[in-house]
Each structure stands twice: as structure tokens, then as C-alpha cells.
């Protein structure tokens, strides 16, 4: 396994992946792990990005709907995060890699000094190779995003943020659905190629409706067009594909692609 990749990639992975009914869903994070360990292999390294932790906690608690108060989501957060990473530690440990949690406010983001030494960390971890940097918003501190319930926007504005950082070479954004479709209610024909995020395109958005997750095709465009403008291409695609970031690595026809 190369310690000096010749790409480097972002991954985000939304809370409806990564929780189910019963919780952590270790099996599809398995396959992530499988998927993240091929891909350095041809030299292709991979900084992930991961929701979640709400809705682990939630289901560890037995609760179906997602707290409205601050101190109701942190505590889900708190629960849940380490259960979340304890699946991703199991999962990397099989192909002799490491789990790295990583764990930021939107205060650490404005900082220039701690982004210049996330930089340095993530520079450090990349280079050991066999290590994954996996970041999480650090919800039990992030009360003023929690209080408005609008954070990270599910981490896709975070994924820009780690994306621009670490001077990545794509964003890819795996998600519950294809990609995006030309109907608000996520039906319609899948738009495979976008190179500016306009209001035509904007128009084709909906809203979340999980009770599980904050994030929507809204912020995952919003996201577009801040990767568009920084030069990133971008992928949201389905997270259930089997390899779909095989696939995106092979350059098929899969999910939605943002690049000039």
C-alpha cells in the first residue's frame, strides 16, 4: 500500500446510511471499509466525512423521533458517536488500516490557526498509510448550530470545508438516493452532469423528510456550487450501490456528476 497517493479523495456518508432501526449499520460501513482499502491500493487516498452519531445515539435510546431541544440531540450525539466509530475501528481494523476520529466545530473551521493544524494532522495521517481520517461535527459542543438545527446541514457543508482543506481531488457525497432527479419529490429523470448549479437546477430539489437527518438535496447543492467555484468536482450517488466508489473511481455512469 503506496504512503504517497497520487489522488485524494473526500467521502461524506449521510445519517440514513449509517443508522438503521437496529443502529449502526455495520455491515454497508464493512463495505465501505473494503471499498476505502482497494481504492488505496491503486493509489487513491480517502478522508471521510461521517454522519451519523444523532441517529446512532437515537437508536441506542429506542427513540423514533429526532429530539427537538439542544440538549436532547447532544445527548443522542455523546451516545452515539462512540458506537459509530467503534464500527468504522472494527471495519479498518480487518484490512490492517486505522480509524482516525476527527471532531470540529463550524468555530474550528473559522480558525485559521487550528485549520492549519488539521492540515498538518491530516498531512501526517495520509502519509502513515493505513490510516483514514474520519471526521464528524462534534455535536455536544456545536449548541448554537444544534439550537438552530441547521449545522453543517447534515455535514455536506463540512465536506466542502475538509474538501478545500485538504486540497482534495473530489468530493463525493453518497447519500439514500441516485443522485439528483429533475422532480422535487425525487422522482424524474436523474441528471447525470451538472456544471453550474443555477436556479434551473436548484428547482429540482426537495426537502428531507427523515426524522433521522438535517441534510436535503438543498445542501448538497449549496455544497455543488461552493466545489464548482473552487474547482472540485463533485459526485452525490447512492451509497447502497455495490462499489459505487469503485465505480466513481472507474469513471462510470453512476449519481450525479458536478465538474466544469
Same mark, same amino acid.
Given at each position: ?51 451519523? +452519531? ?17 440538549? /436532547?440531540?447532544? +445527548? ?10 467503534? =464500527? ?31 492540515? +498538518?494532522?491530516? =498531512?501526517?495521517?495520509?502519509?502513515? /498509510? ?29 465536506? +466542502? ?15 439514500? *438516493? ?39 438535496? *438543498? ?10 467555484? =473552487? ?23 453512476? /449519481? ?5
Amino acid at each position: 500500500m503506496t504512503n504517497t497517493p497520487k489522488t485524494l479523495w473526500v467521502v461524506k456518508v449521510g445519517s440514513n446510511l449509517l443508522t438503521n432501526s437496529g443502529g449502526v449499520n455495520r455491515v454497508l460501513i464493512q463495505d465501505y471499509a473494503r471499498q476505502v482499502h482497494a481504492l488505496r491500493r491503486k493509489g487513491c487516498a480517502v478522508i471521510m466525512v461521517s454522519s451519523g +452519531a444523532i441517529s446512532a445515539g437515537m437508536s441506542v435510546m429506542g427513540l423514533k423521533k429526532r429530539p427537538a431541544d439542544r440538549q /436532547g440531540l447532544q +445527548a443522542c450525539a455523546t451516545i452515539g458517536q462512540p458506537k459509530l466509530m467503534e =464500527a468504522y475501528a472494527k471495519a479498518f481494523k480487518k484490512y490492517d488500516m486505522h480509524a482516525a476520529q476527527i471532531l470540529v466545530t463550524s468555530w474550528d473551521i473559522d480558525s485559521r490557526k487550528v485549520c492549519a493544524n488539521l492540515q +498538518a494532522t491530516l =498531512a501526517r495521517l495520509i502519509s502513515l /498509510g493505513n490510516a483514514v481520517p474520519i471526521f464528524n461535527e462534534n455535536d455536544a459542543l456545536s449548541f448554537e448550530e444544534l439550537e438552530m438545527l441547521n449545522r453543517f446541514g447534515d455535514n455536506d457543508k463540512l465536506s +466542502a470545508h475538509v474538501s478545500s482543506l485538504a486540497k482534495a481531488q473530489r468530493l463525493i457525497i453518497l447519500s439514500d *438516493i441516485a443522485g439528483l432527479k429533475t422532480k422535487p419529490d425525487g422522482t424524474g429523470t436523474l441528471v447525470r452532469r451538472v456544471r453550474e448549479v443555477d436556479e434551473k437546477i436548484l428547482s429540482y430539489a426537495g426537502k428531507s423528510q427523515s426524522e433521522r437527518s438535517v441534510g436535503g438535496m *438543498i445542501s448538497k447543492l449549496e455544497t455543488a456550487r461552493r466545489m464548482l467555484e =473552487a474547482k472540485i468536482p463533485m459526485v452525490i450517488a447512492s451509497g447502497r450501490e455495490k462499489d459505487i466508489l469503485l465505480k466513481i473511481h472507474q469513471k462510470k455512469a453512476v /449519481g450525479t456528476w458536478f465538474e466544469t
